[in-house]
């Protein structure tokens, strides 16, 4: 079936960086962006930005611009999204997405994967 | 840049009534580009309406959305058991950015 699956839980120290897969199956990678939306405890839904598989463009919320990176490895269907220099403000759940093309909704999620910063 | 709120952050109801959810833009948008989404605690977020008012595969059709301009309305006509938690509404917009409302929590009154 369509589905992402996500790499697991981290903890790194604040200054420190995270490295988060999402791992497509199910329909052809190239064909859809992927987004990385996350979620702090107890919090909404924060977009961080997208990655178009077929040609590896990218663009981020300017939130996140300089401290964000997307990439991904057509060869094994995989996204990633680094963050760096973290602080306990990351402490979060970190999401990845498909995009529908027609409808520009997010219409498959990864399981999410909980990063918390702390020293 | 565009802000969605959503209002009030929870609302209590019992199972079998009719929920109105609401979602408010902070100017017009197109309604081509607005969902819906929910989440259950520990789970991540599901597509239910997308378009404003079309229904995601595999949603019940007790879920309609509706709206235009700034004002949009998720309504759930009957509540089930199965549908006591938190809603979110997202817009994608120019630059290209997406948006989520702060979300509101439906729960079992």
Redesign the interface.
């Known amino acids: 079936q369509v589905q992402l699956v996500q790499s697991g839980a981290e903890v790194r120290k604040p200054g420190a960086s995270v490295k988060v897969s999402c791992k497509a199956s199910g329909y052809s990678f190239s064909g859809y962006y992927i ?1 990385w ?1 996350r979620q702090a405890p107890g919090q ?4 961080m930005g997208w990655i178009t598989p077929q040609i590896g463009d990218t ?1 981020s ?1 300017q939130k996140f611009q300089g401290r964000v990176t997307l990439t991904r490895d057509t060869s094994i269907s995989t996204a990633y999204m680094e963050l760096s220099r973290l602080t306990s403000d990351d402490t979060a759940v970190y ?1 990845c ?1 498909r995009e ?1 093309a027609v ?5 498959i ?4 994967t909980r990063v918390i910063v702390s020293s | 840049e565009i802000v969605l709120t959503q209002s009030p952050g929870t609302l209590s109801f019992s199972p079998g009534e009719r929920a109105t959810l609401s979602c408010r833009a902070s100017q017009s948008v197109s309604s ?2 607005l ?1 819906w ?1 929910q989440q259950k605690p520990g789970q ?4 239910l309406i ?2 404003a008012s ?1 229904r ?2 595999g949603i019940p059709d007790r879920f309609s959305g509706s709206g235009s301009g700034t004002d949009f309305t998720l309504t759930i006509s009957r509540l089930e058991p199965e549908d006591f938690a938190v809603y ?1 509404c ?1 817009h ?1 917009g120019s ?9 509101t929590k439906v729960e079992i009154k």
């Open positions: 987004h939306v909404g839904l924060e977009w663009n919320a999401y997405a529908n409808t520009n909704a997010f219409d999620w990864g399981q999410g | 081509s580009y969902a989404y991540a977020p599901r597509l997308y378009g079309s995601a595969i979110f997202q994608y630059s290209p950015t997406w948006t989520f409302g702060q979300g």
